[in-house]
T-cell receptor, first 115, second 117 residues
């Protein structure tokens, strides 16, 4: 069965620190990969996505992620976090074909950024 | 362009009751999927509908059901509520079929927060 593992459940950083959130998935075929973000009191929003091509993808608000196929990983990065990045971050995967729009989510990582 | 609209936003029920939640997708989106979000289990897929047909179902008991109407609006129903059904229920829509390789980016609604007492 497909699964997604996010290594850190809680991360606390100071503003301007660099961020890297780990995400590994288990699936034998080709996948689509996503990072979604849920800001406090807001709905789940797409941060970035990978379907094919350049394994380094850029998303909104200065976030980027790198797909490493050999490691089944899709880690999220940001060089310098801001207080407004405080949120919960979810990695998700769906098969590249026949996935019927079913996303498998990781458990999420709660990020708290202190001023 | 209006987003995904879910009603009601908050509701409280007691054990044994049933509940119906509604979701209006973005105009033109024919795929609607439902997810349950809880602190312990995270985000779990419930089911997905496309053109009024349920195409995929998650690992939930039969008490959880849904349907989609010809205008793509969807409802989900939970019968005989249990305390563990307390959760945020999220609806998401997309205009992609999800069959071929493609951009099946889901847009989520704000959710319906169900509390079972």
């Amino acid at each position: 069965a497909q699964s997604v593992s996010q290594h850190n459940h809680h991360v606390i950083l100071s503003e301007a620190a660099s961020l890297e959130l780990g995400c590994n998935y288990s699936y034998g075929g080709t996948v689509n990969l996503f990072w979604y973000v849920q800001y406090p009191g807001q709905h789940l929003q797409l941060l970035l996505k990978y379907f094919s091509g350049d394994p380094l993808v850029k998303g909104i608000k200065g976030f980027e992620a790198e797909f490493i196929k050999s490691k089944f990983s899709f880690n999220l990065r940001k060089p310098s976090v801001q207080w407004s990045d405080t949120a919960e971050y979810f990695c998700a995967v769906t098969p590249n074909s026949g996935g019927y729009n079913k996303l498998i989510f990781g458990a999420g990582t709660r990020l708290a950024v202190h001023p | 362009k209006a987003g995904v609209t879910q009603t009601p936003r908050y509701l409280i029920k007691t054990r044994g009751q049933q509940v119906t939640l509604s979701c209006s997708p973005i105009s033109g989106h024919r795929s609607v999927s439902w997810y349950q979000q809880t602190p312990g289990q995270g985000l779990q897929f419930l089911f997905e509908y496309f053109s009024e047909t349920q195409r995929n179902k998650g690992n939930f008991p039969g008490r959880f059901s849904g349907r989609q109407f010809s205008n793509s609006r969807s409802e989900m129903n939970v019968s005989t509520l249990e305390l563990g059904d307390s959760a945020l229920y999220l609806c998401a829509s997309t205009d992609m079929t999800g069959l071929g390789s493609g951009a099946n980016v889901l847009t989520f609604g704000a959710g319906s927060r169900l509390t079972v007492l």
